[in-house]
């Protein structure tokens, strides 16, 4: 006897974006995969219709700075409510011709994730270090020449110098005035201090995630990291999520020294020709497409979709592509 391990595919959206919610659906469709979906509408009652989609509403958080706030607490809600094997995708996602539900089935007590275009992402913000000294603060985050990055521990008033903590062998280092880099940078490493860790694998992404019951407990933790009152309120949460619920996610890997994930399994992309080129090429290996390196594609045999469409013209041309394909 054959048993046949079910996925449900669960996303979000709120009105604005269900124009991808049902490409997403059809992209499903015309790769002939078969399988359940779970769609929480924010705030709105969706008209989309399909025999094996089932919706839920779900409330508006004013609280929430970003969107992205919304994805632990769903995806805890989804697998604590309905159970089994889930595999979670944004909303700005079109699948490939080489998706499987079955290379999504797992039985680890952590989601899986798939790695993304940037290793260690961050924002900044410019700072103009010729006004009076000091430019910054003690705790600030900064790049020091060679691109590296540390932590301000100590400021010389008298000699206008900043002694950094460098993230590299965790020396420390003294820079005079204006030889640190003229920017101020947010990413995960005052997040992951506030939780007494520290990165113990590469920057996963939170467009994929692949779970199941027995990832009940970690999903909680992610859920309270990623709404943390304190941390959320509007004079910290731009420090400590950088990334929003990503930044999130990946200290609860670290503080539980979870080292697995996906490796890059989908490429980054606004444009339907690159969908349409890494289709039709199994042999693409360490390539940024078309010559950027914000679609970078590590092995085309292991795309399986593709993030970030969200221009609904690029959509449809990848959407009319899918349909000759069937044809």
């Known amino acids: 006897m054959v048993y046949i391990i079910y996925v449900t595919i669960l996303f979000y959206s709120d009105s604005k974006y269900e124009y991808q919610i049902e490409s997403l659906i ?16 924010i705030g709105f009652e969706s008209n989309l219709n399909y025999p094996t989609l089932t919706k839920k509403l779900w409330p508006v958080n004013p609280r929430f ?41 797992h039985d680890r007590d952590y989601p899986l994730a798939s790695m993304g275009n940037w290793n260690f992402p961050f ?21 020091a020449p060679g691109e590296n990055f540390g932590n301000i521990i100590d400021i010389d008033y008298q000699n206008q110098t900043y002694s950094i903590k460098l993230d590299l062998y965790q020396d420390i280092q003294i820079y ?4 640190l880099k003229d920017i101020l940078v947010r990413d995960y490493k ?21 779970f199941n019951e027995k990832c009940i407990d970690f999903i909680s933790e992610w859920k309270s990291i990623t709404e943390n009152e ?42 339907s020709d690159v969908v349409k080129y890494v289709e039709e090429h199994d042999n693409i290996v360490g390539q940024n ?3 950027n390196p914000n679609q ?32």
């Open 26 to 41: 059809k992209s499903f469709k015309l790769n002939n995969i078969n399988c359940d979906f779970l769609y929480y509408t």
């Open 65 to 105: 700075k970003s969107f992205c706030f919304y994805k632990a607490g769903i995806c805890y809600d989804a697998i604590k409510t309905y159970g089994g094997n889930m595999l979670f995708l944004d909303s700005d996602i079109i699948i490939g011709r080489r998706f499987s539900t079955e290379f999504f089935i």
């Open 123 to 143: 924002h900044y913000t410019v700072v103009d270090q010729s006004t009076t000294f000091p430019s910054f603060n003690i705790g600030d985050r900064v790049m």
């Open 176 to 179: 005079k005035k204006g030889e």
């Open 190 to 210: 005052k997040l992951a201090s506030y939780y007494n860790t520290d990165k113990k694998m590469g920057y996963v992404y939170t467009c994929i995630l692949s």
């Open 230 to 271: 304190y941390l959320n309120s509007p004079e910290y949460v731009s420090d400590y999520y950088p990334f929003h619920e990503e930044t999130a996610i990946n200290v609860t890997y670290w503080k539980r020294g979870i080292t697995e994930n996906y490796g890059r399994v989908f490429v980054n992309t606004l444009n």
């Open 289 to 291: 497409i078309f010559n």
């Open 296 to 327: 970078k594609c590590e092995n085309s045999n292991r795309v399986k979709l593709y993030h970030g469409m969200v221009n609904k013209e690029e959509i449809d041309k990848v959407i009319n592509y899918l349909e000759s394909k069937n044809h």
